[in-house]
């Protein structure tokens, strides 16, 4: 099984980013833990992150064709992209979302996720214990 993990804007900032909100963990750090959860578990992982909303539609098109797991923290385009919306409705394989922060404790215009409504499942407020978790998550159902 290949899980496609992928990242949306300002994500690549995670360690200096708003530390009280997402942690000291820097995006190479996660990349790592993902990879080393991955290796735990006998799969093979994709970690991406791009702050370029046309890329990551690109990527889930990939995910889509391939018929790939995708764990998707989309950041801000959670709360308004229709068109990752819409390339999240093509995936065949299970998606789920993901934030680092409860979203549901923060300001009110991230309570609302346009993706949730095609994911599988949501993962949020657990920190970046997230990413591990949802990658068991998708093979235990593998
Ligand atoms: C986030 C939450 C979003 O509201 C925010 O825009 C992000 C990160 C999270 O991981 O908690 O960029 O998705």
């Known amino acids: 099984m290949k899980v496609r993990v992928l990242n949306g804007p300002n994500l690549g900032r995670l360690g200096t980013r ?3 909100v997402y942690g000291s963990t820097t995006y190479a750090d996660l990349v790592e833990l993902c990879n080393q959860t991955a290796a735990d578990l006998g ?3 994709d970690v991406r992150q791009t702050d370029h ?8 098109h990939e995910a889509a064709d391939a018929g790939d797991p995708v764990v998707l923290n989309a950041g801000a385009w959670t709360h308004y992209s229709i068109a990752v919306r819409d390339a ?5 394989a299970p998606l789920l979302e993901l934030h680092i922060s409860n979203v549901h404790r923060r300001e009110e215009f991230r309570h609302h996720s346009v993706i949730s409504g095609v994911a599988t499942g949501v993962v949020a407020g657990l920190g970046v214990r997230g990413y ?10 593998d």
Not at 88 to 92: D, I, P
Not at 132 to 141: D, G, M, R, S, T
């Open 18 to 20: 708003e530390p009280s």
């Open 43 to 45: 799969i093979e992982v």
């Open 53 to 60: 909303e046309g890329e990551l539609v690109g990527w889930l």
């Open 88 to 92: 999240c409705a093509q995936l065949r």
């Open 132 to 141: 591990v978790l949802a990658l068991h998550w998708l093979v235990e159902q």
